[in-house]
């Protein structure tokens, strides 16, 4: 096998990945002249598919206050497991490094908290205490702007690798 060949990925990947971009366009469809009170429905039956697409547990928007850049408070969620409470709103204090990473525009990806770097010791407690077992939080962001917010999906159950 030529060294081009070891680099191809696997039909199988190439039809998720193919799956994938397909999810994305008719979500992205859907939001096409939706009327604005259609709008909170409308993104909650998208963070169930992304939900059941990535096989998570759990997927939250984040936003931003102006009036209070501390916090970062949900706007929407969807939870796959019986009695989880609905997130609330969160402070810089409990999340000091991945609110760093986000507002740099840097997507954050850990396997488990302890795959967490030493730097986000107090993210890596916060998760602990809040049940993640792995997270993916992607910065929000509308055109060049700073980041406004975060998507973030998260496995409750189990740890997992995010592909």
């Known amino acids: 096998m030529s060294e081009v060949?070891?680099?191809r990925p696997a039909p199988a990947?190439?039809?998720?990945?193919?799956?994938?971009?397909?999810?994305?366009?008719?979500?992205?469809?859907?939001?096409?002249?939706?009327?604005?009170?259609?709008?909170?429905q409308q993104i909650e039956v998208t963070l169930r598919r992304?939900?059941?697409?990535?096989?998570?547990?759990?997927?939250?928007?984040?936003q931003w206050s102006p009036a209070a850049p501390e916090v970062i408070s949900p706007t929407h969620y969807v939870c796959a497991l019986p009695d989880i409470p609905p997130p609330g709103p969160m402070s810089q204090e409990q999340y000091p490094w991945v609110r760093r990473q986000i507002l740099a525009g840097k997507t954050v990806v850990a396997r488990s908290p302890e795959a967490m770097p030493a730097e986000a010791s107090v993210d890596r407690e916060t998760c602990r205490?809040?049940?993640?077992?792995?997270?993916?939080?992607?910065?929000?962001?509308v055109g060049g702007e700073p980041p406004v917010g975060a998507l973030g999906l998260n496995a409750?159950?189990?740890?997992?690798?995010?592909p």
């Open 13 to 40: 990947d190439l039809e998720r990945l193919l799956e994938f971009e397909m999810l994305l366009a008719e979500i992205s469809t859907a939001f096409i002249d939706l009327s604005p009170g259609d709008l909170d």
């Open 50 to 62: 992304l939900c059941r697409f990535l096989g998570t547990d759990f997927a939250v928007l984040w």
């Open 156 to 162: 409750l159950r189990e740890e997992r690798d995010w």
């Open 129 to 141: 205490a809040v049940g993640i077992k792995s997270a993916l939080c992607l910065p929000l962001c």
């Open 5 to 7: 060949d070891s680099a």
